[in-house]
């Protein structure tokens, strides 16, 4: 049986708590591609874009979470290696959905910078933690 830390275990348990967010985002983009909510082709992509990263970097974030636990990284390091790809969840998925938000919008906002951050959080993150998995 695989042994989770305490914090693994609460974060784990919190982040599947969350895929009812990503599964009502889905029911928003089902509007999308319907018709059912008026959009330009940019806010269509983006939406799509920031759905679609959401699903998968929270299914990244819950495997770096367990992979963490089998290095012997500590502190701030093994903070970003279990947590780095589960923060790069919010904040790419809210990059693509608040830089494209507002009527008839064909270019992004300054809500992209989210985007950013969010790529180099993710970097940052499997970088630390693949390193820590060599390191043994």
């Known amino acids: 049986m695989l042994e989770l830390t305490e914090a693994a ?3 784990a348990g919190i982040v599947l708590l969350t895929v009812v967010a990503v599964e009502s985002g889905g029911a928003f983009m089902v509007r999308v591609v319907t018709g059912g909510v ?3 082709d940019f806010q269509r992509r983006f939406y799509r874009a920031g759905h679609a990263h959401a699903g998968v970097l ?3 974030g819950l495997v770096c979470l367990l992979l963490a636990e089998a290095t012997t990284l500590s502190g701030a390091a ?3 290696a279990q947590t780095g790809v589960l923060v790069a969840a919010i904040l790419m998925p809210a990059g693509f959905f608040f830089s494209a938000m507002g009527a008839g919008r064909v270019r992004p906002s ?3 910078g989210l985007l950013v951050v969010g790529a180099l ?3 940052a993150g499997v970088v630390t933690l693949g390193v820590g998995l060599l390191a043994g």
Request: glycine residues 0%; aromatic residues 12%.
């Open 78 to 80: 093994r903070w970003l």
């Open 110 to 112: 300054r809500w992209i």
């Open 9 to 11: 275990r609460t974060t």
């Open 58 to 60: 929270v299914t990244l």
């Open 38 to 40: 008026p959009v330009t």
């Open 121 to 123: 959080v993710l970097a």
